[in-house]
């Protein structure tokens, strides 16, 4: 077997534009692991907002969570690994967001925080099927008070106004964070130690997998670190120009089976 690990985005890679995946890929997915392949998911989502997708496509083992801040593993929910964010930079970059008037929530645990919920707090826990907590208090000063070491903070804004909040924050913060987007509507912070790439590194290195015998398929800017990682990087067609121009080749769209498609005909070879 030429490619012994694949790593895959979840949303609008995996899932389609219903937010489910195929037979197909499931049979995909199964046939890979079959022949001693391992497939690993690697997303920005909470690790309790993925494990039931992992769990339906009959994947055991790692799976890569808040855009390589945890590794988990599937069966048991255990964290393998996390990587938190300082309580001190967290509570800068949460009281910038806060002087701009941009919602955002943080992460901890399996639960995310919010100051006060509101439509978009609800709307995303249902979509996400996880649980969020509320605290009464300006996050900066949650975090502060109490030395809280967030796993990730995401900012939700228009989708005109996404690249330049992730413009401004890189400008401040880069010394510490990495900023991107997953969707035209979300800013996603996370250290700069923390990756999909990094994450997916140090999952290959633990089962003595070559990088020339890594795949990797996403869509967006959060995928960016593992494209430039892999040996061989698939972007699918519906993917965001920064995605890709880091691939080494476009796959079909998610909505056309693209996981798929990189798993028979490279995967399986």
Known sequence: MKYKLIAADCDDTILNSSYTYS????????????????????????????????????????????????????????????????????AKVAAYLENKGVYFHLYLGDVFIVDKATERTIGYAEFCKVT????????????????????????????????????????????????????????????????????????AKKYNIKRQEVICIGDSGNDVSMLKYAGLSFAVSNGTKEAIDAADMIAPSNDEDGVAYVIEEYGLI
Do not use: W
């Not at 079959?34 to 993925?50: L, N």
């Not at 593993?73 to 930079?89: A, F, H, Q, R, V």
């Not at 228009?158 to 890189?170: A, G, K, N, Q, V």
């Open 132 to 203: 969020y907590r509320e605290v009464h208090e300006k996050l900066s000063d949650f975090i502060t008070h109490n030395e809280i070491c967030p796993l990730k903070l995401m900012a939700f804004v228009d989708p005109e106004d996404t690249f330049p909040l992730i413009h401004e924050l890189s400008e401040h913060f880069s010394h510490y964070f990495i900023i991107n987007s997953s969707k035209n509507f979300m800013v996603e912070i996370v250290p700069n130690t923390v990756s999909k790439g990094f994450a997916v590194e140090k999952l």
């Open 23 to 90: 037979q197909r890929l499931k049979k995909a997915i199964q046939r890979y692991v079959d022949k001693g392949g391992k497939f690993v998911i690697a997303t920005g989502r909470m690790t309790d907002g993925i494990l039931h997708y992992c769990r339906d496509l009959g994947l055991h083992g790692e799976v890569i969570t808040y855009q390589g801040a945890v590794t988990a593993d599937i069966d048991s929910g255990k964290i393998l690994d996390m990587n938190t964010i300082s309580y001190e930079e967290a």
